[in-house]
């Protein structure tokens, strides 16, 4: 099994910064790509960013210049800094690992972009 721990999200005004964090943990080795996917009330979960064991990244079209993610493959983690944050990115953050065709998700951080 794998387990992601996602921490990071709150409250934020227009035009801030936030810094979320993944953790695995668990039964994860070998090559998987990590990333972030989110989920606004009353949409569809969509992916926001991604990074292969490789280093590749790919970004949704919404975020690029503004959102980047990390990852360190030692340490098992996965880090998206977002700026210029705009009330459109409020959603549920979720970490995902994809592995040999399985995905596993973490329980989801909450950002909230507001005034």
């Known amino acids: 099994q794998v387990q992601l721990v996602e921490s990071g999200g709150g409250l934020v005004q227009p035009g801030g910064s936030l810094r979320l964090s993944c953790a695995a943990s668990?039964?994860?080795?070998?090559?998987?790509?990590m990333g972030w996917y989110r989920q606004a009330p009353g949409k569809q979960r969509e992916l926001v960013a991604r990074?292969?064991?490789?280093?590749?990244?790919d970004y949704a079209d919404s975020v690029k210049s503004r959102f980047t993610i990390s990852r360190d493959n030692a340490k098992k983690t996965a880090n998206l800094q977002m700026n210029s944050l705009k009330s459109e990115d409020t959603a549920v953050y979720y970490c995902n690992v994809a592995r040999n065709g399985m995905d596993y998700w973490g329980k989801g951080t909450l950002v909230t972009v507001s005034s």
């Open positions: 668990g039964s994860i080795f070998g090559i998987y790509t």
């Open positions: 990074a292969t064991s490789g280093g590749t990244t």
